[in-house]
Every structure is written in structure tokens, then in C-alpha cells.
């Protein structure tokens, strides 16, 4: 018999690690003597008692197929609001223990900075920085409407794996095919796309904040090589008082990029709520592909926001295919259906497009209905669907998202308006400007004793 055949029986698998379990401090004499029993009475090794019937093997994912990233995650709604508000508390408690966050790491003093108003006519934008942690910076551009007095809403805007993040310029070429093939109207706003949405916000009266990504555009503390495509484990990193992400050390107290990246959006929220101009009523979260996963996973976590649109990103399908959108323990008997339904039954948009999302419509978008239907909120859930193209945040999404998402029917606010402009007229690109760029200390650690929570950020 193929040895391998053994090892992959899960019921083997399951009575061996039992056994091992069981004898670790047997004499040597009690071994012989059971030894000798088992030889004169192979039957009473039969008539063992059993934890389950003959064949059936614990209810444990340990003994499942190895599943990842590509695997299939569908999401079950409850039959009650009362099963799902004790599911809902412990898919919420999973993820935030998965993602180091558990308990909360203690709110350090912001120090943010806001500086540089750059007029464009109806609306400015400022450059940011703040701590999430003490001397660990997030960075972003400040949108603001002018001329609309009073609190306005809010919108944190978290900007995915596009090159560049907030600074992306798709070039004229590609921005010209895709005018031509209805993905995009303008081609100012086409070639910015994540600064499109923005502009278009902040003409409509939302404040908007939208912030790097952590190695992106002025987030330079972690570069964006380690952050998002480590691949090569750095023995100097794995020291007893000081680690580095990735480590085994950091992975053994649950300190992931995902998590760092996860508390920099909460962070940003309390920066966003900071402000004056900001009603902390109206709040909304929307980003696409990678900024989806911080969306979903924000709204998931944090009860502020009012409103979100993760474009791109919820599906039964792929789930994530950054190292700052996986983390140990996250997905275990959950995915990312689930996580969006976490933010039931406030308003909640979604996008499909040719990529994993394709087959929402049928798989993991009626599962959403109907769990928003039970919580009573079936029109406050959505699918804007776009399978004519690839993966995007293009003018159709967004539009889809000026249109569906800010319009919260429950208080009969509306937390932006209506498509009144279009949204790319006269935006003028924020090209990058590198010595504008935070001069922070190029490495920086933590360590164990870090007071307000448990990271090392290098
Ligand atoms: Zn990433």
C-alpha cells in the first residue's frame, strides 16, 4: 500500500494524533504491559470506545481539504435574527482576533497634520498625515467642498492595488480604449480614476479622505514590496526582543499587514470624524479590489460608517489575492459574502465585473438579499452588475456608487445627492510629488512592550 494513502485517511489521520495525544508520558513499563495486552487481544483494541461512529471523524478544519485563497466561500444566512446576531458576533470577534486587533490596541494621540490647500475652484485638497500608531504615519489627500456651509458627509476612500494608489495615471492610450468601449467618459477622469471619484464626491458635498495604502504613494515606512508581495523570510527580522512583519514571531502573536493595514482605516476614520466640517452621521466607506477588502473589513469591524460600496471585491470565489488581505485564522468557516453581510441592514452597494466577481449575481449576491430581507432591509442591498468588464472602478461603478450607495432610505438622508455633475469636467491630476513625501525614519519597530497594542511595524 502507497504510504501516502495512510497519511491522507482522515480517519487515520484523526486516530493517530489521538493516540499521540494520549501516551506522551507512558512508563516504558506501562507500554510493554500494553503492548503485551494488545498482542494477547487484538479485540479489545476493537471494542475501544469511540468518541463518534465507526467512519465519522470530528466536525474539525484541520481534517478538511487544505482550502485557499481560490477556494469556494459561500455564505448561509440564518433563518433568525437572533441566530444571526450570535453568528454575527462571533464572525466579528474572529476577525478581529485573526487580524491582531483583539482586544483593541489603545487609540494613540493622531498628531495630524493637515497643510497645503491646493484650490480648484469648488472644491480643495489638503495633504495629510497622522499616527495610527505612535511615529507610524498615515498619509492621503483631504477633499473638500467650498461653498456648502455646515457639517457635511464624509467619505473614506481606501484606493486598492492600482500602480501608483492615489497618484494612478492609467495613460492616454489605455483611458481612449476604454472611452471607447464605455468604461470610462472623460479622459482626465479616466486616467485618475481614483482621484476621479474624489473630485466627483467632494463636488457633490462630501468630505473625502482618501489615504495610501500601506508602501504606497507617501507611505513610506513599509515599502510596498514587503507589504504587498513579501516573499523571502529575513532571518534579522526574527529577533527575541525586536521582529519584523512576516516573522515567526509576528505571525505567532497574530501581526499581520492586514492588520496594521485594517487599524490604519479605523484610524483614518477617527481622523475623518475629527474634523469639523464632518457630520459623524453621515459617513460611507468605498474603495475597489484591494480598497473593497479594506472596505468590507472596516465596516465589518467599526460601527461608524453609514454607508459602504466595496467595489469589485465580494464574491464566493477568489478572496483576496494580496498578502494584505489574508491573515491566519480569518476565513476559517467564513469569506468575504459574510463579512459584507456584517454591515447588514445598513445600506451596502456592490460591483461584479470579468474577473471573481462574475458570478455574484447567482452565487453569494441572493444569499445578501435574502439576509437583508430577513433583517428587514431588502432594498438597502445592491449589485450593480458590470461583467461587460474587466476589474474596474470605472465611470459605470462609480456612477453606480454616486447613485445607489449615498442614498441612505432609513433616515432619509442623503448622505451625497443626485448625479447633478458629471464627474471628470475640469479635474485637473495631482501628479506625484516626492519631496513632498514623509521624511520619517525609514524603519520602524515596536516591539513587544509597545504601549497601546501589540505591534512591530517593519
Ligand atoms: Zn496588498
Redesign the pocket.
Known sequence: MNPRSIDDDPTVRARNVCRARACPHLTRTAASILALVGCLSADLWAAAPRALPEGQIPRDARLEPLKDLDGYYPFEPTDSKEGWTRRAERVRRQIQVSLGLWPWPERTPLNAVVRDPLDQGDYTIEKVDFESLPGFKVTGSLYRPKGKPGKRPGVLSPHG?WSDGRFHDAGSDAVRKEIADGAERFEEGGRSPLQSRSVQLARMGCVVFHYD?IGYADSVQISQSL??GFAKQRPEMNARENWGLFSPQAEARLQS?MGL?TWNSIRALDFLLSLPDVDPERVGVTGAS?GGTQTFILCALDSRPAAAFPAVMVSTAMQGG????NACLLRVETGNVEFAALFAPKPLGLTSANDWTREMATKGFPELRRHYTLLGAADRVALHRGEQFGHNYNYVSRAAMYALAWRNRSSSVTIAGSLARNSACGMTRIPPRREDRISSASCYALGPKTRGGNWTAR
Open positions: 492595488h495604502m507589504a504587498h499587514v493595514q484591494g494580496c498578502t494584505c488581505e
